[in-house]
């Protein structure tokens, strides 16, 4: 697609359960980013990809959050046992070659930790 | 490490007035500087950004910012708001190198008729 797709665009969870959250970048772009946005807040950096290798995951939270890039595309954030903190809106963003590209984001998944 | 402040959590603007939303910076030298905008269910859209050069820097939709080193500001600004400009503003700084982006926590925007 022409943008950032992220899958799905509602979670409703309970206390204690597993999470994947998709995301699809734009085609060829090799950077991903993670970001969590709490309500009220800006977007708070968890991981970035430069292809499928995490260049710096140093924004998870704790051990119950990890993300995977297997192929250099699509990625997968996953959250263990999850808590009602954990509640937010996760944003996914990709960016192409070079350190002076713009990120493009997507419209985000939003979480809910009942 | 970088950071970013944005000291207004909302503001009030009139259709057809300027807008000056304020953003200040802590970096050790000039970082690259960004401004994205949120509107409900959407996703975050650069404004503009600035990496080096002119410090007066232009935007789309009518938007430009200008970089003053002395206050570490990058104030965002509009001559003349439009009822469709209502939303989420957010500035973001990352390092040479760009690695990531660290975003402020946003100013929301409300226009009166």
């Known amino acids: 697609g022409a943008g950032v797709s992220q899958t799905p665009s509602n979670k409703v969870t309970e206390k204690g359960k597993y999470v994947e959250l998709r995301c699809d970048p734009i085609?060829?772009?090799?950077?991903l980013y993670w970001y969590r946005q709490s309500l009220g807040q800006g977007p708070e950096f968890l991981i970035y990809?430069?292809?499928?290798?995490?260049?710096?995951d140093s924004g998870l939270p704790n051990d119950r959050f990890f993300a995977v890039r297997p192929e250099g595309s699509v990625s997968t954030l996953k959250i263990q046992r999850t808590e009602r903190g954990d509640s937010a809106v996760y944003l996914c963003?990709?960016?192409?070659?070079?350190?002076?590209?713009?990120?493009?984001f997507g419209e985000g998944s939003r979480l809910t930790v009942l | 490490a970088q950071s970013v402040t944005q000291p207004d959590i909302h503001i009030t603007v009139s259709e057809g007035a300027s807008l000056e939303l304020r953003c200040n910076y802590s970096?050790?030298?000039?970082?690259?500087l960004f401004w994205y905008v949120q509107s409900p269910g959407q996703g975050l859209q650069l404004l503009l950004k600035?990496?080096?050069?002119?410090?007066l820097v232009q935007g789309i939709k009518g938007f430009e910012a200008e970089l003053k080193r002395s206050q570490s500001s990058f104030n965002l600004r509009k001559p003349s708001v439009h009822w469709s400009d209502a939303a989420e503003y957010f500035c973001?700084?990352?390092?040479?190198?760009?690695?990531?982006?660290?975003f402020g926590t946003g100013t929301r925007l409300l226009v009166s008729p």
């Open positions: 600035y990496f080096s050069g002119d410090t």
């Open positions: 970096y050790g030298a000039t970082p690259y």
């Open positions: 990809f430069q292809g499928t290798g995490a260049a710096d």
């Open positions: 085609s060829g772009h090799t950077a």
């Open positions: 963003a990709s960016r192409g070659q070079g350190n002076t590209g713009e990120l493009f």
């Open positions: 973001a700084v990352g390092a040479p190198g760009f690695q990531k982006l660290v």
